[in-house]
Nanobody, 127 residues
Framework: QVQLVESGGGLVQAGGSLRLSCAAS????????MGWFRQAPGKEREFVAA????????YYADSVKGRFTISRDNAKNTVYLQMNSLKPEDTAVYCC????????????????????WGQGTQVTVSS
């Protein structure tokens, strides 16, 4: 069992920054790849970023590349999403997810490949 709890969402002006955190339970967190997804009203869930168990590999959606940074601190069982240069179109509920499968060579970018999900945290970017 893995439980994920996101925090750090809120209201920010366009061009501003926000840092999201995802706290995970379980002693095996350090072996999981982690991902961030977002879902805006009326839209499908969208991949944002992913990071390998070691933190050595990262992958970003084109829409956030160069603006967002995913990182993790396995000692704290926490994954982060630093969001800079925020745009109104970034407004969404952001969820973190865990992929416990070992030996995966390519970071998962589809929601169906993640086994555990948090409830999400709201990010609103005003114009």
């Amino acid at each position: 069992q893995v439980q994920l709890v996101e925090s750090g969402g809120g209201l920010v002006q366009a061009g501003g920054s926000l840092r999201l955190s995802c706290a995970a339970s379980g002693r095996t967190f350090s072996t999981y790849a982690m991902g961030w997804f977002r879902q805006a009203p009326g839209k499908e869930r969208e991949f944002v970023a992913a990071i390998s168990w070691s933190g050595g590999r990262v992958y970003y959606a084109d829409s956030v590349k160069g603006r967002f940074t995913i990182s993790r601190d396995n000692a704290k069982n926490t994954v982060y999403l630093q969001m800079n240069s925020l745009k109104p179109e970034d407004t969404a509920v952001y969820c973190c997810a865990a992929d416990p499968r070992s030996g995966r060579l390519v970071l998962a970018t589809t929601p169906t490949l993640y086994d555990y999900w948090g409830q999400g945290t709201q990010v609103t970017v005003s114009s």
